[in-house]
């Protein structure tokens, strides 16, 4: 059965980075695009971030360069190091198994993780 579990959430000053990773079980990893999504409280949930089987990757625009997407296919686990966090940064972040980046819906969701930005 998959799973996905994030950890790495936490708080931070604005200005700080944080590092997310994804660990997977049960499924084939190297068959799969990775993404991270973020859902915070009003708000619609958006992709963050997708690391795609071939090695390209994708982000959404409100990244602009301060978040890096990368996948240890030995471990199994999709990593987001976040840079430069900014007030509206905050959300629950999740992973997410798709067959594509392109695909229009997950397939398996992790539990996801906090990130609080704040002085």
């Not at 978040?67 to 430069?84: C, P, W």
Request: glycine share 10%; charged share 20%; hydrophobic share 30%.
């Amino acid at each position: 059965q998959p799973q996905l579990v994030e950890s790495g959430g936490g708080l931070v000053q604005p200005g700080g980075s944080l590092k997310l990773s994804c660990a997977t079980s049960g499924v084939t990893f190297d068959d799969n695009s990775i993404a991270w999504f973020r859902h915070a409280p009003g708000k619609e949930r958006e992709m963050v971030s997708c690391s795609s089987t071939d090695g390209s990757t994708s982000e959404g625009d409100f990244v602009e360069g301060r978040f890096t997407i990368s996948r240890d296919n030995s471990k199994l686990t999709v990593y987001l190091q976040m840079n430069d966090l900014k007030p509206e940064d905050p959300a629950i972040y999740y992973c997410a198994r798709r067959y594509y980046c392109s695909s229009p819906t997950a397939v398996d969701w992790g539990q996801g993780t906090q990130v609080t930005v704040s002085a």
